[in-house]
């Protein structure tokens, strides 16, 4: 994948086409037409044709322009390369873009074939300064590229994930970051970005306190359809942490620090009073509430080849 931001978005359209390995472009706040940028030059193209070169400050940021860059930006027939690109394509924008108007996101539009796809960057400057319109410009391109790019492990090895439990794998991303595949599902673990991760996905702890609170709340669903309840909707917050067991009152005759999961039961319209403890004692029965009260037995296996 290509992705150009600026004059390198005419860039990566002007060079994709020769390019037989990229799938797909992504321009971010980029001219229709290479001959744009040198508008913003203003008296500094004159200085350039005469001396050869010259410093020029775009967007607050100084570049050293010389004058065959002028001539291959000339020399550019750009409309015609976007319409034959074949690639799939991404424009991000800026509606309010100051130094390349949001009509050139019209033009790029305009000119290429499908499959083409425009998302406007509401609010952002032209170099996207404010760190949360940079990270959602990453995030949009990085979802949209995932369609098509492989993984490199997908592409090196494809590994199917066992038929009745699941498969965590490394993603070669940061120092951390796990793919989880079970079945035809797909999500990212990884630790916080203080102990050292990425923070691309739930913390191992994380995915298994969501654990506890799906099967809380499906096990007291379960039990409303069952008994013909009309439940409100259930939501189920869900903390960890490792306490002493002396100072932790359930904890009686465990010693140690031990792991404490909190849960929060909440439901929408409220429920009667009547019913308040047999909702805690159904919850109290879901399947991994059981398995974490209860001792596990891991039996592990290595595979080295």
Sequence with gaps: ILIGHSLGGTAVLAAAGDIPEVRAVATINAPADAAHVLRAFGKQLEDIETRGEAEVVLAGRSFRIRKDFIDDVRGQALHNRIAALNRALLI???????????ENATSIF???RHPKSFVALDGADHLLTRRADAEYAGMVIASWASRYLDSPHTRDHEVTPPANGVLVRETGTGGYQQEVISGRHHLLADEPADVGGGDSGPSPYDLLSAALGACT????????????????RISVEVSHGKVHAQDCKECEGREGR??????????????????????VEIA???PVHRTLEASSVIVTQLNAS
């Design 217 to 232: 709340s499906m096990t007291l669903r379960m039990y409303a359809t069952r008994k013909g309840l009309q439940l409100g």
């Design 110 to 112: 305009k000119a290429a």
């Design 92 to 102: 991000l924008h800026a509606p309010l873009d100051s130094i390349v108007g949001i």
């Design 284 to 286: 109290n029965k879901c």
């Design 258 to 279: 031990i792991d404490r999961f909190e849960r929060r039961i909440m439901i929408e319209g409220g429920v009667p009073a009547e019913l308040e403890a047999k909702i």
